[in-house]
């Protein structure tokens, strides 16, 4: 094949001219060896001679360079372009994820909203207007009223002169203790005691193992202690013969009202026990000082009555000796020491039938609770005294 520019032989393969550089381009429908430089343009160009200049063909070839570019230029615009478009349609399916999360958001508040009006909100009743209705009201604001009532009664202060006699009532229980005209001798079910020639307190049993204290003041009783079997105190208090006060054994506070409808009785009973037993005191008095050994019990009721420390004050050493000794004689036995066993032995009740080891092996089912307490009372006491037992 022969170039069409300067005639110079050219291999089939080579696209080039090797002698002016010419491109060849073959025309399918044109045989190489016959085809002219008009045929070869499709009848499009000029015709060119074969002696074009070293010049022109550059230039030719420069024109093709540029067309190239161009051609790679617009294919760099067409592919930035196609990036473009997928740039945009990227930033589309963000807004419309975004979108659908909202969206979703919403719903959920809304119904979050509707299930908790519905189950945790307190749905409003309506206010019955029925006969029955009304009933059921009253009846609440009785309710309240009387738990109103029971909250003033706990808030009930105690009056000045309740506070005098309570003083009144402690400074004479601690001059029991030191003063030595003080006398007490055993009365029926209980004792008497007296300041000098003067009746000042009686202690008796009543029913269930109870026990009351009336305390007295120029022949009139100013206060009262009601003891249950467990030993828990109603305090009660009065004024020339009438009850003024209350405190129970929880100490919440009673008015008088409240006082004389259940402890009324105790008005009446605190001056029997003064009529009594006021005419016995110069012979409680002698008793004390000249100890008789023919006395039967120096604490008649120590076997089921609980005693307390206010019942030993003004007794002698040996007289509470005999009272917590005589708990343990009531039931038989005998003693060690002699001076007890000839007290006893004197003793119209007393029937020594146990040794004191008998006795001892037996000693927790014989006594009852209450000696084995008012023993610890009595104990106690010799204790706190100093007594040498």
């Given at each position: 094949?022969?170039?069409?520019?300067?005639?110079?032989?050219?291999?089939?393969?080579?696209k080039?001219?090797?002698?002016c550089?010419t491109?060849?381009?073959v025309?399918?429908?044109v045989?190489?060896?016959?085809i002219?430089?008009t045929?070869y343009?499709?009848?499009n160009s000029q015709?060119?001679s074969?002696?074009?200049?070293?010049?022109?063909?550059q230039?030719q070839?420069?024109s093709q360079e540029q067309?190239?570019?161009q051609?790679?230029?617009s294919m760099i615009?067409?592919d930035?372009?196609l990036?473009?478009n997928?740039g945009?349609d990227?930033?589309?399916?963000?807004?419309?994820v975004i979108?659908?999360?909202?969206?979703?958001?919403?719903?959920f508040?809304?119904?979050g909203?509707?299930l908790?009006?519905?189950f945790i909100t307190?749905q409003?009743?309506?206010?019955?207007t029925?006969?029955?209705g009304?009933?059921?009201?009253q009846n609440?604001d009785?309710?309240?009223?009387?738990e109103s009532?029971?909250?003033a009664?706990d808030?009930?202060?105690?009056?000045?002169?309740?506070?005098?006699?309570q003083?009144?009532?402690?400074?004479?229980?601690?001059?029991?203790?030191?003063n030595?005209?003080i006398?007490s001798?055993?009365?029926?079910?209980g004792?008497?005691r007296?300041l000098y020639d003067?009746?000042?307190e009686v202690?008796c049993k009543s029913?269930?193992?109870?026990t009351?204290?009336y305390?007295y003041?120029n022949?009139k009783?100013y206060k009262a202690?009601?003891?249950?079997?467990e030993g828990?105190a109603?305090?009660l208090?009065?004024k020339?013969?009438?009850l003024i006060?209350w405190?129970?054994d929880?100490?919440k506070?009673h008015?008088?009202?409240e006082a004389k409808?259940?402890?009324?009785?105790?008005?009446?009973?605190?001056s029997?026990?003064?009529?009594?037993y006021?005419d016995?005191?110069?012979?409680?008095?002698?008793?004390?000082?000249?100890?008789?050994?023919?006395?039967?019990y120096?604490?008649?009721?120590s076997?089921?009555v609980?005693?307390?420390?206010?019942?030993l004050?003004?007794l002698s050493?040996?007289?509470v000796?005999?009272a917590r000794?005589?708990i343990y004689?009531r039931h038989g036995?005998r003693?060690?020491?002699?001076?007890l066993?000839?007290?006893f032995?004197s003793?119209?009740w007393?029937?020594?039938?146990?040794s004191?080891s008998?006795f001892?092996?037996k000693?927790k089912s014989?006594?009852?609770?209450?000696?084995?307490?008012?023993?610890?009372?009595?104990s106690?006491?010799?204790t706190?005294m100093g007594?040498?037992r």
């Amino acid at each position: 094949m022969k170039c069409p520019n300067c005639g110079n032989e050219i291999a089939k393969e080579d696209k080039f001219c090797t002698q002016c550089g010419t491109k060849l381009e073959v025309n399918p429908f044109v045989s190489v060896g016959n085809i002219t430089p008009t045929e070869y343009d499709g009848g499009n160009s000029q015709t060119q001679s074969p002696m074009q200049s070293q010049t022109q063909i550059q230039a030719q070839n420069q024109s093709q360079e540029q067309t190239q570019s161009q051609t790679k230029y617009s294919m760099i615009e067409d592919d930035t372009e196609l990036k473009g478009n997928r740039g945009s349609d990227g930033k589309k399916t963000v807004f419309v994820v975004i979108g659908a999360v909202a969206a979703v958001l919403i719903v959920f508040a809304i119904v979050g909203r509707i299930l908790f009006k519905t189950f945790i909100t307190p749905q409003k009743t309506e206010v019955t207007t029925t006969e029955e209705g009304k009933k059921e009201d009253q009846n609440d604001d009785a309710a309240i009223k009387d738990e109103s009532e029971e909250e003033a009664q706990d808030e009930i202060a105690v009056p000045y002169y309740v506070t005098k006699l309570q003083k009144k009532y402690h400074d004479q229980v601690e001059e029991y203790g030191s003063n030595s005209n003080i006398y007490s001798t055993p009365v029926e079910d209980g004792f008497a005691r007296y300041l000098y020639d003067e009746l000042v307190e009686v202690k008796c049993k009543s029913a269930g193992n109870e026990t009351t204290s009336y305390y007295y003041d120029n022949g009139k009783v100013y206060k009262a202690l009601h003891k249950n079997s467990e030993g828990e105190a109603n305090q009660l208090f009065y004024k020339s013969g009438s009850l003024i006060f209350w405190i129970d054994d929880e100490g919440k506070n009673h008015s008088a009202v409240e006082a004389k409808e259940k402890w009324q009785d105790t008005v009446e009973e605190a001056s029997e026990m003064y009529v009594k037993y006021a005419d016995m005191m110069e012979d409680a008095r002698d008793d004390v000082d000249d100890y008789d050994m023919d006395v039967d019990y120096v604490l008649p009721y120590s076997s089921n009555v609980y005693v307390d420390e206010s019942d030993l004050y003004g007794l002698s050493e040996w007289q509470v000796r005999i009272a917590r000794n005589e708990i343990y004689a009531r039931h038989g036995r005998r003693f060690k020491d002699q001076e007890l066993q000839n007290y006893f032995d004197s003793c119209s009740w007393y029937r020594g039938t146990m040794s004191p080891s008998e006795f001892s092996a037996k000693e927790k089912s014989i006594l009852n609770s209450c000696e084995k307490k008012n023993l610890i009372t009595i104990s106690k006491y010799e204790t706190s005294m100093g007594y040498n037992r």
